[in-house]
């Protein structure tokens, strides 16, 4: 009875926790043939009404064991509201001599969130927010990157 209703609960609770609702918002953009060409600048724009709460903005990046880089160099362009596109070229590290690939993996495959802003910020103006992601490696087109995006939550 114990092991019936234990097991009938955690399966309960793994459904609800699977069915949470992403923060605000997540998208990401495929990269075709798994070669990320520099031309290719996917864009993902969101909306933020909430100005008096703050974000935490993350880089998602997804590849498989393959890739020939223990990092990536990116130009990202964020927009905000009215105002022009700013550029900050982002160097992310994906691996290190001790722990390897420092993403999430399954099989050959490896997902980095990877934090854009060191701390929580806060979208002072509401409307549409724009952000693309341009690849900047040397290596052009880039090999083995399944895709790349963006992730928006709220800081509770």
């Not at 009938?8 to 990320?36: D, H, P, Q, R």
């Not at 724009?45 to 064991?65: A, E, G, K, V």
């Not at 990877?114 to 690849?135: C, H, M, N, S, W």
Request: proline share 3%.
């Amino acid at each position: 009875m114990f092991k019936t209703a234990f097991i009938t609960f955690m399966a309960g609770s793994m459904l609800l926790v699977s069915c949470a609702k992403i923060n605000v918002y997540e998208k990401n953009a495929a990269i075709s043939n798994l070669s990320w060409e520099g031309s290719f600048k996917p864009s993902f724009t969101f909306n933020i009404q909430d100005t008096s709460s703050y974000y935490n903005i993350f880089l998602i990046i997804r590849h498989t064991d393959a890739y020939n880089y223990n990092n990536i160099w990116l130009n990202v362009f964020t927009k905000a509201p009215g105002d022009k596109a700013q550029k900050q070229q982002l160097p992310v590290q994906l691996a290190n001599n001790k722990k390897g690939w420092l993403g999430t993996g399954m099989d050959d495959i490896f997902e980095h969130r990877i934090l854009i802003t060191r701390e929580p910020v806060q979208l002072r103006k509401a409307g549409d927010y724009t952000f693309t992601l341009q690849q900047i490696m040397r290596e052009d087109p880039l090999q083995h990157v399944l895709n790349v995006g963006v992730r928006v939550e709220r800081v509770n």
